[in-house]
Nanobody
Framework: QVQLVESGGGLVQAGGSLRLSCAASGGTFYTYTMGWFRQVPGKEREFVASISWSGSRTYYAESVKGRFSISRDNAKNTVFLQMNSLKPEDTAVYYC????????????????WGQGTRVTVSS
């Protein structure tokens, strides 16, 4: 069973950048579609981005398209989320997860949730 650990969160000013990492152990990382989600208190966890097992396909929420970039390194069992031009509304706890489904944004189809990494964007 895959275990995921997110890192790289922090405090950044609006317009700044952060790079999140998600390290996987156990399971066959290279076979999974990987996704990033985020959640703020009192709201549902929402889809941010996903990447196919090979890295050849990516999919983004409209709210982050053009600013965020998802990538993966299967040799290192790691998926990344490069976040540029950050806005205060990007403030959330960010989670990674995996799925055997193809490029889905549906929360219920993901598993292996990590503990999350907090991103705070100040105005």
């Amino acid at each position: 069973q895959v275990q995921l650990v997110e890192s790289g969160g922090g405090l950044v000013q609006a317009g700044g950048s952060l790079r999140l990492s998600c390290a996987a152990s156990g399971g066959t990382f290279y076979t999974y579609t990987m996704g990033w989600f985020r959640q703020v208190p009192g709201k549902e966890r929402e889809f941010v981005a996903s990447i196919s097992w090979s890295g050849s396909r990516t999919y983004y929420a409209e709210s982050v398209k053009g600013r965020f970039s998802i990538s993966r390194d299967n040799a290192k069992n790691t998926v990344f989320l490069q976040m540029n031009s950050l806005k205060p509304e990007d403030t959330a706890v960010y989670y990674c997860a995996c799925t055997i489904s193809t490029m889905t944004s549906r929360l219920a189809e993901y598993a292996g949730w990590g503990q999350g990494t907090r991103v705070t964007v100040s105005s």
